[in-house]
C-alpha cells in the first residue's frame, strides 16, 4: 500500500515538472521568442488598423466638426497600437539598444498613451453625467489635461533620474508609479461609469436608446476597470518578482498574456463596442477638443 501511494504522491510532482520544463522550453527557445513577439505585433497592428478605420469613417460621416474626442479617442488607440506594433517587430534590436533609459521609455511611453486614450473615455462620461445634472463641466478638461501633465512630467523625471544613476530601486520605483496610474484608471471608470450606468437606470424604459447606451457604458466600464486592475496586480509583481519581469526576452509567454489582457482584448472589445458612427444630424454629445 505504502508502494502506491508513493507513486501516486509522484505523478502530480512528474505533471508539475512537465508543465515547468515546458514553459522554460518555449521562454528559452529563440524561435519561440520570435513567433510569441511578431504574434504580439500582428495583433497590435490589426488594432490599430480597425482604429485607423473607424477614425477615416468618423471624419467621413462628419467632416464639418474638428477634433472631436471620438476623434482623438481613435486616433490615440490607432497611434498606441502602431508603436507597440513597431516594438515587438524589432523587439531583439529595441532591447540593444543605448543607452538602456531608451528602452525603457519605448516601452513606456505606448503605456502613458494607454492611459490618456482610456482617461479620454472617463472625460467624456464625466462631462455627460454632469451636463445631464445641470453641473457645471467647465472644470473637467483642465483637470484632464493637469493629471495627465503631472503624470507625464513625473514619468520624465523618473527616466532622467534612471538614466542618470540606473539603480534598481528606481526601476523599481518606475513600475510602482505605472501600478498607481493604472488603479486610479480603474478608480475612475468605476466612479464616472459607474454613475453614469446608475443615472441610464432611472430613465424611463421608454426612452430612445436607452438600453442599448446603458449595456454601451456597462460593457465599456467592465472591460477598462479589470483591464486597469489587472494591469496594476501585474505591474506590482514585475516591480518586486524577477520571475515576472515584462522587460526581458526570455519571458516571451508572460508577456504575451500580459499584453494580451492589459491592452490587445480589452481596446479590440472597446473598439467594438464603439463602433456605431455618430449621426448626421443633431450632434451634441461630440465636442471639439480644445
Not at 471620438?70 to 498606441?80: R, Y
Not at 496610474?181 to 471608470?189: D, M, V
Request: charged fraction near 15%; charge should be positive.
Amino acid at each position: 500500500m505504502g508502494g502506491n501511494n508513493g507513486v501516486t504522491a509522484a505523478v502530480p510532482l512528474l505533471e508539475l515538472t512537465e508543465s515547468s520544463s515546458w514553459w522554460q522550453y518555449i521562454d528559452e527557445s529563440p524561435a519561440w521568442q520570435d513567433h510569441i513577439f511578431h504574434s504580439l505585433s500582428v495583433l497590435y497592428g490589426i488594432v490599430a488598423a480597425i482604429a485607423l478605420v473607424q477614425l477615416v469613417r468618423i471624419q467621413l460621416r462628419v467632416p464639418e466638426y474638428g477634433w472631436t474626442t471620438q476623434k482623438v479617442f481613435h486616433f490615440l488607440n490607432c497611434l498606441v497600437n502602431g508603436v507597440r506594433c513597431l516594438v515587438f517587430i524589432f523587439y531583439r534590436n529595441v532591447q540593444k539598444i543605448k543607452p538602456e533609459i531608451v528602452y525603457h521609455i519605448l516601452l513606456d511611453v505606448p503605456s502613458l498613451a494607454f492611459f490618456t486614450t482610456y482617461a479620454l473615455l472617463v472625460l467624456f462620461w464625466a462631462e455627460i453625467y454632469y451636463q445631464a445634472r445641470a453641473v457645471s463641466t467647465d472644470g473637467l478638461k483642465p483637470s484632464f489635461y493637469a493629471i495627465n501633465a503631472v503624470v507625464y512630467a513625473i514619468q520624465i523625471i523618473l527616466w532622467l533620474i534612471i538614466w542618470w544613476k540606473p539603480v534598481s530601486l528606481l526601476i523599481i520605483l518606475s513600475k510602482l508609479f505605472f501600478a498607481g496610474i493604472s488603479l486610479f484608471a480603474a478608480l475612475g471608470f468605476l466612479l464616472y461609469g459607474g454613475r453614469l450606468f446608475l443615472m441610464l437606470q432611472r430613465f424611463p424604459v421608454e426612452s430612445k436608446g436607452r438600453l442599448k447606451k446603458l449595456r454601451e457604458v456597462g460593457y465599456v466600464t467592465t472591460i477598462c476597470f479589470l483591464c486597469f486592475l489587472v494591469r496594476c496586480i501585474m505591474m506590482c509583481f514585475d516591480a518586486f518578482d524577477k520571475d515576472a519581469d515584462l522587460e526581458v526576452l526570455d519571458h516571451p509567454i508572460l508577456n504575451f498574456i500580459y499584453y494580451l489582457l492589459v491592452e490587445i482584448v480589452p481596446s479590440s472589445l472597446v473598439l467594438f463596442i464603439l463602433r456605431k458612427l455618430p449621426s448626421k444630424r443633431g450632434i451634441t454629445q461630440y465636442h471639439p477638443i480644445r
